[in-house]
């Protein structure tokens, strides 16, 4: 069975840090990708970042670029988003997810209907 599990948010000051943790099991990790949405509350769930751990390429959104990154560590099948200069549009929910498929992440970052497995995902309050 497919599980991911989403960690490490927290309420943080504007121009604070957080890094998110993604804990999977039951696929092989290093074959696919692993991609991070967030959803705010009445908007519509974006992408954020992706990995592919095929060959390492990854992805962000605009809206994040230069300010997070987006790592994995095979050997505890375990994704992390480091988010730095956060900023009070960055609150959401993260949501880490994948999918057992090679599409994800190959050319961008894919859309919400490409990832078939998410975790419960993790809250992010940046405070102004």
């Known amino acids: 069975e497919v599980q991911l599990q989403a960690s490490g948010g927290g309420l943080v000051q504007t121009g604070g840090s957080l890094r998110l943790s993604c804990t999977t099991s039951?696929?092989?990790?290093?074959?696919?990708?692993i991609g991070w949405f967030r959803q705010a509350p009445g908007k519509e769930r974006e992408g954020v970042s992706c990995i592919n751990n095929r060959d390492g390429s990854t992805y962000y959104a605009d809206s994040v670029q230069d300010r997070v990154t987006i790592s994995s560590d095979k050997r505890m099948n375990t994704a992390y988003l480091e988010m730095n200069d956060l900023k009070p549009e960055d609150s959401a929910i993260y949501y880490c997810a994948t999918d057992v498929a090679p599409w994800p992440c190959l050319h961008g970052l894919g859309t919400v209907a490409e990832y078939d497995y998410w975790g419960q995902g993790t809250l992010v309050t940046v405070s102004s």
């Open positions: 039951g696929f092989t990790f290093d074959g696919y990708a």
